[in-house]
């Protein structure tokens, strides 16, 4: 479905209840909106910075589109002040299409400003139904576009990912989250794609995953971490690491080759992390450490994100999405998201099989998820448990269970596959 099917359902003043969640807004009024009209955002004193920043934005991409503030105050459930509120704007509107999408507010909100804009003043105390309003709201569950109609029948409208795109950066600042740093091209990149596909693939077998860890962590960082007596510890500095050659001898032979096939090893058969600071893959050669230490596996997972995003319609992807958080030292991030028209999927990516950590990072990848995509948000753990449905099994005691997906270990190596049925099948409950 493409925006003209919504051409019939534009307006050229429609009104806005603003909630906690500014996405909704956002979406009614890029698609039910004319070119050149009014947006007019009604918010409480709860909600004033949502309405300034949806304002903002709005005004900013748009040319010609004007967007008003409307306070309630703290009169959100008063019906005297909404229906006086939204009644003197209605007065001085004196031509144009009229909408209410009340999507958002509260339900006494919905309930007063509905009954200002379906009855229309003729004279004192006598009243009509207003003429060509149009009411609507959207749909969560469905992905869909409701208009009311006055048979008490509704016209549902699929918004489809070609019907409107959303990148996932607009979706930070309708929230007020500014990123750390703003999102290139390179973070569309994955790093060592091919090194990460054969570290994936080792973990297929529980003998070679085993194998793996144990040589990076009695080997590789043995060799390149400072453990601190009191506990904790960091990375050696770059001139430690620089003269830090490490046997490959204990390694799966797939991951040897990979590392030779990167040029990381010398010709006594070592690595090098001076021969991988000559690659220029890595600004610092502690990055490199970082990235065999686990990040790794975020990039694999954006790799079979990129393969799969032409077919499956997601324009916008990346990770490492940092956001900063008042009250926390270090923010929250998102491993790997995309959008799929305006509808977000987040990925929390993790190499351990430990329960108590799996479930406390999707735990909390889901409530960011739905703080900023609201319950069209869908959220996915990757990790390396040999149990991803019975972790799922236990999650959906507090996570609704249609919004989330856990992939393990076994299914690292088809994540591609993988990725695109969790898709389908939230496509297939939309319907």
């Known amino acids: 479905m493409s925006t003209s099917e919504f051409d019939k359902y534009k307006v050229d003043h429609l009104f806005l209840l603003i909630g906690e969640n500014p996405l909704p807004n956002y979406i009614a009024a890029k698609l039910l909106l004319n070119e050149g009209g009014t947006v007019y955002l009604v918010h409480t004193a709860g909600t004033v910075e949502q309405a300034k920043r949806l304002q903002n934005i709005l005004s900013s991409e748009r040319n010609g589109l004007k967007a008003e503030l409307r306070s309630l105050n703290d009169y959100e459930s008063d019906a005297y002040y909404i229906q006086k509120?939204?009644?003197?704007?209605?007065?001085?509107?004196?031509?144009?299409?009229?909408?209410?999408?009340?999507?958002?507010?509260?339900?006494?909100?919905?309930?007063?400003?509905?009954?200002?804009?379906?009855?229309?003043?003729?004279?004192?105390?006598?009243?009509?139904?207003?003429?060509?309003?149009?009411?609507?709201?959207?749909?969560?569950?469905?992905?869909?576009?409701?208009?009311?109609?006055?048979?008490?029948?509704?016209?549902?409208?699929?918004?489809?990912?070609?019907?409107?795109?959303?990148k996932l950066v607009k979706i930070f600042q309708l929230h007020g989250l500014e990123l750390k740093q703003n999102p290139t091209e390179q973070a569309q990149q994955a790093q060592l794609p091919q090194l990460a596909t054969e570290l994936a693939n080792v973990f297929k077998e529980e003998t070679k995953s085993k194998q793996w860890f144990d040589w990076f962590y009695n080997v590789f960082r043995e060799q390149t971490y400072k453990q601190k007596s009191n506990g904790?510890?960091?990375?050696?500095?770059?001139?430690?690491?620089?003269?830090?050659?490490?046997?490959?001898?204990?390694?799966?032979?797939?991951?040897?080759?990979?590392?030779?096939q990167e040029n990381f090893v010398t010709p006594d058969a070592q690595l090098s992390l001076q021969e991988v600071q000559k690659t220029g893959v890595f600004k610092e050669v502690k990055s490199f450490c970082k990235w065999l230490d686990g990040i790794w596996l975020e990039h694999y997972v954006l790799e079979q994100v990129k393969k799969i995003a032409h077919s499956q319609l997601i324009t916008d992807y990346g990770l490492n999405f940092e956001i900063p958080l008042t009250g926390t030292r270090d923010g929250f991030?998102?491993?790997?998201?995309?959008?799929?028209?305006?509808?977000?999927?987040?990925?929390?990516?993790?190499?351990?099989?430990?329960?108590?950590?799996?479930?406390?990072?999707?735990?909390?990848?889901?409530?960011?998820?739905?703080?900023?995509?609201?319950?069209?948000?869908?959220?996915?753990?990757?990790?390396?448990?040999?149990?991803?449905?019975?972790?799922?099994?236990?999650?959906?005691?507090?996570?609704?269970k249609n919004k989330i997906a856990v992939f393990g270990r076994e299914d690292l190596v088809n994540l591609s596959k993988k990725i695109t049925e969790w898709i389908v099948q939230n496509d297939r409950e939309a319907k």
């Open 85 to 166: 509120e939204i009644g003197e704007k209605l007065k001085s509107i004196k031509s144009g299409k009229i909408g209410l999408n009340y999507t958002g507010g509260t339900k006494a909100m919905s309930t007063h400003a509905y009954r200002i804009l379906f009855y229309e003043e003729v004279t004192d105390r006598t009243y009509k139904q207003r003429a060509d309003i149009i009411f609507s709201y959207l749909d969560p569950r469905r992905l869909e576009m409701c208009i009311d109609r006055e048979d008490n029948e509704r016209v549902r409208l699929k918004i489809k990912p070609d019907t409107l795109q959303v």
């Open 333 to 400: 991030e998102f491993d790997v998201a995309f959008t799929r028209g305006y509808q977000l999927f987040a990925i929390s990516c993790t190499t351990t099989d430990k329960r108590g950590t799996c479930k406390l990072k999707l735990f909390e990848a889901y409530l960011r998820a739905k703080q900023m995509g609201g319950d069209e948000a869908r959220v996915a753990l990757i990790c390396c448990s040999g149990e991803p449905d019975t972790l799922k099994a236990e999650m959906t005691e507090t996570l609704a």
């Open 232 to 260: 904790g510890g960091d990375w050696k500095s770059k001139t430690s690491l620089m003269e830090v050659s490490i046997s490959l001898e204990k390694l799966p032979q797939e991951i040897v080759a990979a590392f030779k």
